[in-house]
């Protein structure tokens, strides 16, 4: 059975800040299941820092984080992010796709 | 009795330095007797920068133990009209067609996700009340600017507030929190600074970071300078302590060091221009 966890229930349509993003993941990683599917449907907006807050979490957290249903605009802005680390010659942590979300690299 | 008399015309640096003297005073009041009291009576115009600071320091004062405040409304009736509307001088939950009131919310330290969702909030009413031109820019910025309060300045009480202008096409954003001020923070985590305009300049432009091993941060306010002053041919001013940073489009930058009266947190103004085609914020997103 996997877990499956509407973003907008927990964030609202934007998600602004670090702190809101390791609060969350801090409970996603108490929780059994091994295997969560993050459903980002109707999620307008992530800030640059939560976008890089958001792949910093995911890249520690030992459970199977799957992203569905990303917009163009939440797309765009983890993307960004992956390419400021490519700027800065920092370990790229993921790859990217819209139908995938994002892959560990 | 504190008198506040306000400049002529709309000159943000001369509100924002009256507005931190009268700030100054009311904690001086509060110290020797408890309360508050302002008059405003001679007020013959305003724009919301000056109010949202004190309306800030007022309920600090309030939460501080004040026991009352006496307040002189101001004697034309259109600006105690307007001056009502917008929620000073204890913020309100009922907005307007052009601008959002005075929102003012503690620090609720059991509440991680306490300032996300406030920005939320106050984004969803935004969004309502400005042109379509401004994308997602508004979002980047406040989104931004709210994480900086949320990580680094330990607020007891922050405040918000923001206006459209339908005939000047302007949008003013206010954002004060009454914590940690940027000067203060570097001077916690040893990090050198040649005066408060100094730490300021050096937050805004990325220069440093006050968390270890994460280059990746700092971004985020260098975004916010390059968007609302080259993208949306803004205005952004920053107060912290004693420093202040104006940002124009097109100009260079203007630093400022208060001598006398420094303000407890940081205070952040913008004003934005519309823009006459809907911006991408990916076109100043680094």
């Known amino acids: 059975m996997v877990n499956k966890i509407l973003l907008t229930s927990q964030f609202g349509n934007n998600i ?6 390791s609060n969350f ?56 992010v992956c390419v400021q680390y490519e700027n800065m010659n920092l370990p790229i942590p993921f790859t990217i796709s819209q139908e995938r979300g994002l892959v560990l690299a | 009795m504190i008198k506040v008399e306000f400049p002529h015309g709309d000159d943000i640096l001369e509100y924002i330095s009256v507005a ?25 115009w305003f724009i919301p920068c000056p109010m949202i600071l004190m309306s800030n320091k007022i309920r600090e004062l309030l939460d501080h133990g004040a026991q009352s405040i006496m307040y002189k409304e101001p004697e034309k009736e259109n600006v105690r009209e307007h001056l009502q509307k917008i929620g000073f001088p204890l913020g309100t939950k009922e907005d307007g067609s052009s601008y959002v009131s005075i ?24 969004e309502k009340k400005i042109p379509f031109q401004f994308g997602e820019s508004i979002k980047y910025i406040l989104g931004e600017l709210s994480d900086n309060i949320d990580e680094h ?12 202008f339908p005939k000047k096409e302007i949008v003013d954003i206010a954002v004060f929190d009454n914590g940690v001020s940027i000067p203060k923070l570097f001077e916690e985590h040893n990090i050198p600074f040649d005066g408060d305009r100094d730490a300021i300049k050096k937050a805004v432009w990325g220069e ?16 916010c300078k ?29 630093f400022y060091e208060l001598d006398k009266n420094p303000l407890k947190g940081t205070f952040i103004y913008l004003r934005l221009r519309t823009p006459k085609k809907k911006v991408n914020i990916y076109d100043w997103v680094e």
Request: proline fraction near 1%; include cysteine.
């Open chain 1, 16 to 21: 602004f800040t670090r702190s809101s993003i």
């Open chain 1, 25 to 80: 993941f801090r409970k996603l990683n108490s929780v059994k299941d091994k295997k969560i599917t993050l459903d980002f449907k109707d999620v307008e907006f992530i800030s640059r820092s939560c976008a890089d807050e958001y792949l910093k979490q995911k890249k520690i957290s030992k459970k199977k984080v799957i992203e569905v249903n990303m917009s163009n605009n939440i797309y765009n802005m983890f993307r960004n």
């Open chain 2, 20 to 44: 931190i003297k009268v700030m100054n005073e009311m904690e001086e009041e509060f110290y020797k007797t408890k309360q508050i009291s302002l008059d405003l009576s001679s007020v013959k």
């Open chain 2, 103 to 126: 929102k003012h919310f503690r620090k609720n330290l059991e509440d991680k996700n306490q300032v996300n969702r406030e920005v939320n909030e106050l984004m969803t009413i935004i």
């Open chain 2, 153 to 164: 300045s330990n607020f007891e009480c922050a405040s918000l507030m923001a206006q459209y």
């Open chain 2, 208 to 223: 440093v970071t006050t968390k270890k091993n994460e280059e990746m941060r700092g971004f985020g306010l260098r975004t």
């Open chain 2, 226 to 254: 390059n968007l609302s002053t080259e993208g949306l041919k803004g205005e952004l001013y920053i107060v912290s302590r004693r420093g202040i940073l104006i940002l124009k489009s097109g100009k260079e930058p203007i």
